[in-house]
């Protein structure tokens, strides 16, 4: 491992380009790297970070008094299984491309979860998912680094304990391991996903009528691009961390009375357990938001009602100050608290 280099600014590594520096930063380009990494910042008391593409990210105006480890590992490999094949990336691999190549080899499982910016190493992590589709449905191993043991282990999909965009790498053991690769199951020749409504009216628009694997990309590239949910530098609304708020999924009966205050018209969607999928983005648009509205610096994607982006200017606490004023109007117009989707360093909350 190289030294680690002193009070790095972290903004440019974030999609929101917001936030100070790190006391300490490394790069990590191989495991023994990682290691290295952690010992360095137990020997010295240091809490450690672990940054992947900066994408679901909210840095603190103030930095991080510790060491962020960026995890650069790269590399893919390939094994044939009995009606299968395991696919196993280093978590520094970009996740697009591994899509990419799985689309382009006919190997289906996870073209739904193109476009989707950051690296391999996150996606168990946040158990990342899009139109039908989440990892955990391919997840068969994550190779993780044990910071506690130093330890290399492989953790199966039960002790990842998959939820919806939630894991045990991010809430219950969040500092628990590092993240060094992770291995797919897909399937060779296997028809794609099309679970989606949205997805499957942009297919009959473009006269698709049996997709291939190649089609449902081009989809849902296309659709996330109208939604500057992909990553283009050209794009205003680029600063983003995507999606900020999650879907809220209730008990039955609390997804009624939410119905009740909103009057007709409130999408929903029945999920596993007798519960029910609200959507934020229709719940933040009825709270009296709309596309571009913004307070100074910080404001609505004018694609998305559920990006919050950033201009030029614009700060951390301006975002967390925005982010606040949308969950306290959702929550006293429909009584829904909404829960925000990415991760906040250094004490930064919305309570």
């Given at each position: 491992?190289?030294?680690p280099v002193?009070?790095?600014p ?15 930063f ?25 940054l ?7 840095v ?16 893919v ?19 697009d491309?591994l ?13 739904c979860?193109s476009?989707?910016?950051?690296l391999?190493?996150a ?7 899009a ?28 002790a ?25 199951r897909?399937?060779?020749g296997g ?19 049996a ?13 996330r691009?109208?939604?500057?949910m ?23 009966p ?9 009057g ?9 357990g ?16 709309a ?7 910080v ?10 982006v950033?201009?030029d ?16 109007r959702?929550?006293?117009r ?10 906040f ?7």
């Open positions: 491992m190289t030294e002193e009070h790095v972290l903004a440019p590594h974030c999609t929101l380009g917001v936030g100070g520096p790190a006391r300490y490394v790069e990590a380009r191989d495991h023994a790297s990682v290691l290295v990494a952690v010992d360095w910042a137990r020997r010295r008391g240091l809490p450690l970070r672990v992947g593409g900066g994408s679901n990210l909210v603190p105006d103030d930095g991080v008094d510790g060491l962020v480890v960026k995890v650069s590992l790269r590399g490999s390939v094994r044939e299984t009995a009606g299968g094949v395991e696919v196993t990336a280093a978590a520094g691999e970009p996740w491309d899509v990419r190549l799985a689309v382009a080899r006919g190997w289906a499982g996870i073209e979860l476009g989707i910016p950051g391999v190493g996606t168990p992590i946040q158990n990342v998912g139109y039908g589709q989440d990892v955990s449905q391919t997840v068969t191993g994550v190779r993780a680094l044990d910071r506690g043991s130093g330890r290399v282990v492989t953790l199966g999909p039960a990842c304990r998959f939820g919806y965009r939630d894991s045990a790498l991010k809430s219950r053991e969040a500092d628990h391991y590092v993240v060094l690769a992770v291995t797919y897909l399937r060779p028809a794609p996903a099309l679970r989606y409504a949205d997805l499957e009216k942009h297919l009959a628009t473009r006269g698709v009528q997709p291939s694997l190649a089609d449902v990309r081009e989809s849902v590239l296309a659709i691009r109208s939604k500057s992909v990553l283009d530098a050209g794009d205003p609304n680029r600063r983003s961390c995507g999606s900020f708020f999650l879907n809220p999924i209730l008990a039955a609390d997804a009624a009375l939410v119905a009740a205050r909103a007709d018209g409130m999408p929903t969607w029945p999920e596993p007798g519960r029910v999928k609200l959507s934020a983005a229709w719940l933040i648009e009825h709270a009296g938001f596309r571009g509205q913004a307070d100074g610096s404001g609505l994607s004018t694609r998305h009602s559920l990006a919050i950033c201009h200017g614009a700060r951390a606490r301006d975002v967390i100050a925005f982010a606040r004023v949308v969950r306290v959702v929550e006293a429909f009584g829904v608290r909404l829960i925000p989707e990415p991760v360093w250094g004490g930064l909350t919305l309570d």
